[in-house]
C-alpha cells in the first residue's frame, strides 16, 4: 500500500515536470513548422528570435532580385532558405544552382555569389527552411504519444519497473499500448532516416555528399521535332514523355550533335562538336578494319567520353540500346569507353531489325532469335501480312529489361545510365498487337518496302506504335526511379539523335522504310529531315528533369546541342569539364536562370548526304551544302529567329554574315583524314 503511494507520486511529480513540459515543447514546435508550412501566413510575417533583428523575408527575397545573375523572380525561385541566427546570416540556395550569404542586419548579400554543383552540405544551427515538412512529422506524432501516455495514465512507460506492482493485465494492456504510439511516432516521426526527434537538420532529398546525382540519359533514334505531344504532335500521345515535361523543362531550340546516327553519339559522348569530332559519319568499321564484321568506325582510345567521366567519378555506368562507335573488341567498344556494363546492339545497321539473332552483352554474344527476322527485304507484291515478320523475342523488350535490372541493382549508388533506345527508327517492327490501337482510316496504301526495308500492312499505325512503345519504355524506367525513391536526386534527359526519317527514291508515297513524316507533321514547319543540317535533320526534342532543381513544366529556347552535355553533367556531378570541348554547360538554364546566353557557335560538319557544313551563331545560321560533289550549292543564311522554317535565304543581303560565319566555320573545322569535308574558296 505505501509502495503504491509512492508511485502515485512518482507518476504526479513525473507527470507534472517531465511529460507535460515536454509535451508543450514539443507542441511549439509542432505550431511553428505549421506556421511555416501554411499558404496563408505571409513570409514577412515570419520574423523570428528575440535577441536578433533580422530583416524579413520580404526583404531577403528583395536582397536576391537585386543582383540580376540569379534570375530571381519570387520565391519559387529559391530552392532553400537557411536561416542562422547566431551568425545573423541567411544562406539562400538557388533553383538556378546559385548559393548567397545575406546578412540578416541589412538584407544585403554578404558573400558574392557563387555558384557550386556540390552545393549540399547538411544544415546546423537550429536553422530551418521553407518548403519541408519534415520536423512537423515528427514533432506533432511525438507530441501526441507524450499527451495521450499523460491522459490515459499510460505513465508505466515512463516507469517500467512500477508496472510489476499492477496487475498482470494491466502491466500487458499498458505495454502494448504504449508499443502502439511508439510504433505511430516511429512510423509517422521519421519519415527518414536522417531524422531523429532532435535533429536540427531536415530531411533531405537532395544528395549531399555521399549521395550524388544519378542520370539517366534516354536518346530515341530518329524522332523528329514534333513527334511528341508536348512538341505539338497531334496524333501520336506520348503520356509519359508528356508528364516528364510538365514535370521538368522543354527546350525548344535543342540540336542532335550530327543529322545521323553514329556522329551524333560521337558529339554526345565526346562532348565536341563535328568539327572536332572524331566520327563524322555512318561508316562501317570494316572500311578500315576489314577484321571487324559489324558496328561502326570506332572512336579511338584515346577519347575521352561522358561515360568515362562518370566512372571515374564512381559512378556504375551501363548502356543499354544501339551503340554504333565502334565494334565489340574494337577501341571503340562500350566497355573500352567507360561502361561497365552494355547490353543491346553493337552495329547499327543490325539494329534496323527489331528481330535480330544476337544481342550483345558486354563482349559476350547472346541469341535472342535462332530465328531472326531481318530489317530489310525484296519488296512484296499481294497481301502483307505484319505477323509474318515477327520473331521469338522482341529486342527492345529485352534491352529495357536488362536496363531495369541495372537500375535495381544500382539503385542506391551513384549511376550513370544512358538508354540509346532504337525506336522510332525504321524497320516498321512495332508489336503487331499495338497496331489497332491507331485508326484504320490512316493505311489506305501499305508499304511494299520499296526502299529496301520490311513492308508493312498498316505503316502510319506502325510507326505510331513505335513512338508509343518508346513513350511506353520511358514510363517504365520513370516508373523505376520513383520505386526506388531517386526521382529527386535522378536527373532524366530525354532526346533524339536526329531529325524525322528522310524520303527514299523509289516508293515516293512514303519515306524510308514506310515512315510518313509528312502525314504526321513530324518536324512541324521545319525544312530537311534525317541526314540534313537543316532544322528538320537536326533540331531535336529535349525534355529534362530534377524535381526541386529544374522548375517544372518550364520552356526554354536557348540554342543548345549535344556538345553541350558533357559540360553539364560535369558540373551537375561536381567535376571539372576537360579542356578542349566545344559546349557550355545547361545546368543553369535547365534550372531556370533566365541569364544564360550562348556565346559560342554551334558547328555541324558533315561528310554525308552530299557534304554538308552548317553554323549557328546567334539567331543566324550559315548552311552549305553538296560539298562532296563538283558543283556545291552557295552559302545559305537564315534568320531562325524569324524564319525557323528556313524559307528565306539572306545570303545575298548580308554579306557581312555570310563572311563571320564562314571564318567560324573554317577556324572551327580540324582535318579528318577519314570524314573529309571541304569548303571550298581554302
Ligand atoms: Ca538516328
Known sequence: ??????????????????????????????????????????????????SFNWVGFQEVLGALKNRPELGIQDWNDVQRLDIRPSKGLAKAILHSGWEVQLDLENGQVLQQAIRRSDWIESLHDGSYFAGNWSKLGVFLPAAIVVLVMWITGLWMFWLPFAVKLRRKRAAVRTKAIAIFWVFLAATFGAPSRETSLFASQPITSQPTQAQPYNVVFILADDLGWAELGSYGQKKISTPHLDRLASEGVRFTEHYSGAPVCAPSRCVLMTGKHLGHAEIRGNLQAKVNFPEFSEGQHPISSQAYTLAEMFQRSGYKTGAFGKWGLGPVG????????????????????????????????????????????????????????????????????????????????????????????IQPHVAMHPPVSELSSFPESWDEVPYRGGNGYLPHPRPRAAYAAMIKELDTSVGRILALLKQHRIEERTLVVFTSDNG????????????????????????????????????????????????????????????????????TLAELIGQQTPEGLDGISLLPELCGASSVKRRPPMVWVFPEYGGQVAVRFGNHKLVRRGLAGKNPSGWELYDLKSDRGERDNLADRFPELVDEGVKILRSEMEENPIFPVRVPGE
Open 1 to 50: 500500500m505505501k509502495l503504491n503511494l509512492l508511485t502515485r507520486r512518482i507518476h504526479y511529480w513525473a507527470t507534472a515536470f517531465v511529460a507535460v513540459p515536454f509535451a508543450l515543447v514539443l507542441l511549439t514546435g509542432t505550431l511553428l513548422q505549421l506556421k511555416k508550412q501554411l499558404p496563408w501566413v505571409q513570409p514577412t510575417e515570419m520574423r523570428g528570435g528575440k
Open 500 to 567: 524525322a526519317t528522310h524520303a527514299g527514291s523509289k516508293e515516293p508515297r512514303f519515306h524510308v522504310g514506310g515512315a510518313d513524316p509528312v502525314f504526321f507533321e513530324s518536324t512541324a514547319d521545319l525544312k530537311g529531315y534525317k541526314g540534313s543540317v537543316y532544322e528538320g535533320g537536326i533540331r531535336v526534342p529535349m525534355i529534362a528533369r530534377l524535381p526541386g532543381r529544374i522548375p517544372a513544366g518550364s520552356v526554354s529556347d536557348l540554342p543548345s546541342y549535344f556538345a553541350d552535355w558533357f559540360p
Open 330 to 421: 574494337s577501341t571503340g567498344d562500350p566497355t573500352e569507353q567507360g561502361f561497365e556494363q552494355f547490353f543491346g546492339y553493337n552495329c547499327q545497321a543490325i539494329a534496323h531489325s527489331y528481330y535480330p539473332r544476337f544481342l550483345w552483352r558486354n563482349r559476350e554474344s547472346i541469341e535472342i532469335n535462332p530465328k531472326p527476322i531481318p530489317g530489310h527485304t525484296k519488296p512484296e507484291e499481294g497481301e502483307i501480312a505484319a505477323e509474318r515478320w515477327v520473331g521469338e523475342t522482341y529486342a527492345p523488350y529485352r534491352i529495357l529489361s536488362e536496363a531495369e535490372a541495372f537500375l535495381n541493382e544500382n539503385a542506391n549508388q551513384p549511376f550513370f545510365l544512358y538508354l540509346p533506345f
